[in-house]
């Protein structure tokens, strides 16, 4: 099994600034990760796929960037309806698709 | 607009089993794969199983692997889960998610339903 290590676990920072979130797998992924946010209560949304292509709809704000095993989500400026829980997903090795344990973004 | 509606949880005991459905609008059902995905309370996301758009393609993780039935209705738009010998690390809200694609191995999860809560305990 592909295992998915986030850092750090709780990111405590303030709107406006930048954000980077970190996924790093224990095996090459090549470039198949992606990385979902969520809200409490809310089911997840898909915000990159690919390493880093943003999905419908979700702002520019919003990068990835990486292959292989090291991954970084950006969050260029911060705005309050970011602060969520972001997770990373790989899907390199079907059926073994695995998430990250989260980043939890909260404001500072 | 896309609408996935999780049914079927609710409190079982250890040993019982219990059959999850998902009912899909607002696309073509039977253009793509689907999932479950289960989320313990307070926890992270775990991808439980999939299948793909004509059922010809299916695969579990090994938590459920032997007790876990995925299967699709496409004349009904919908998507089951069979959950038989459930046991208490079950318990979980189960999402149902669309892939981005017809093939399963994809496992690009581009919308979700809001779950359905399975709760495993005597």
């Known amino acids: 099994e592909i295992v998915l290590t986030q850092s750090p676990a709780t990111l405590s920072l303030s709107p406006g600034e930048r954000a980077t979130l970190s996924c790093r797998a224990s095996q090459s992924v090549s470039s198949y990760l992606a990385w979902y946010q969520q809200k409490p209560g809310q089911a997840p949304r898909l915000l990159i796929y690919d390493a880093s292509n943003r999905a419908t709809g979700i702002p520019a704000r919003f990068s990835g960037s990486g292959s292989g095993t090291d991954f970084t989500l950006t969050i260029s400026s911060l705005e309050p309806e970011d602060f969520a829980v972001y997770y990373c997903?790989?899907?390199?090795?079907?059926?073994?698709?695995?998430f990250g344990q989260g980043t939890r973004l909260e404001i500072k | 607009e896309v609408q996935l509606v999780e049914s079927g949880g609710g409190l079982v005991q250890p040993g019982r089993s219990l059959r999850l459905s998902c009912a899909a609008s607002g696309f073509t059902f039977d253009d793509y794969a689907m999932h479950w995905v289960r989320q313990a309370p307070g926890k992270g996301l775990e991808w439980v199983s999939g299948?793909?758009?004509?059922?010809?393609?299916?695969g579990y993780a090994d938590s459920v692997k032997g007790r876990f039935t995925i299967s699709r209705d496409n004349a009904k738009n919908s998507l089951y889960l069979q959950m038989n010998s459930l046991r208490a690390e079950d318990t979980a809200l189960y999402y149902c998610a669309k892939d981005v694609l017809p093939l399963v191995a994809a496992a690009l999860f581009d919308y979700w339903g809001q779950g359905t809560l399975v709760t495993v305990s005597s």
């Open positions: 299948i793909s758009w004509n059922s010809g393609s299916i």
């Open positions: 997903q790989q899907r390199s090795n079907w059926p073994g698709i695995t």
